[in-house]
């Protein structure tokens, strides 16, 4: 059984760095993407600390994204492309650090505590993105680069740990 293990928070890039180690085991022998996404939604919210809500959402159609795999509070299904902060980083194809979601117009409150958020796009090579890890967080400023880039690097194990169906 896999059972995480407790981080030292005080250097954030190591924490990251042990995230993403952590996250390999944890997904080792198991290519289901669903199950996969499940699983990283879950160590995620548990091991980073300040998090209300973090998960999946996935590209079902070339203008729609739909909720996958997450902890938290239960959230909006759909967000068209261009919409939120997940529609806008799918649209500009770019990861998003949304510092306070209350000077961000576009904001989708699913949860009103939510004062911050973290988008990161999955990529399947030089595709265009298929779907994104959105974290959200009760703390304003929570997310920086180092966070852009350790989930950047947890979607990528991600990715590469599941069979996609072409
Ligand atoms: N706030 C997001 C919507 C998803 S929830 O945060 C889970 C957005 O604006 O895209």
């Not at 997904?27 to 995620?44: H, V």
Request: overall charge negative; some cysteine.
């Amino acid at each position: 059984m896999f059972a995480a293990q407790t981080i030292d928070m005080s250097d954030k890039a190591a924490f990251h760095r042990e995230l993403a180690t952590q996250l390999k085991a944890l997904l080792d022998g198991e290519r289901d993407p669903i199950a996969n996404a499940a699983n990283t939604a879950a160590l995620i919210f548990q091991m980073m600390p300040d998090l209300n809500w973090a998960g999946f959402y996935f590209m079902q159609s070339d203008d729609e994204l739909v909720l996958g795999p997450f902890q938290g509070k239960p959230a909006c299904v759909r967000i068209a492309v261009g919409r939120g902060v997940c529609g806008t980083a799918i649209d500009l194809g770019t990861s998003m650090v949304i510092k306070d979601v209350h000077d961000f117009p576009g904001h989708i409150a699913c949860d009103p505590d939510s004062r911050s958020e973290l988008v990161v796009l999955l990529m399947d090579g030089d595709d265009a993105a298929f779907g994104v890890i959105d974290l959200d967080s009760p703390v304003p400023g929570r997310f920086d680069k180092v966070d852009q880039a350790g989930i950047e690097a947890l979607a990528s194990i991600y990715v590469a740990a599941c069979d996609w169906e072409e």
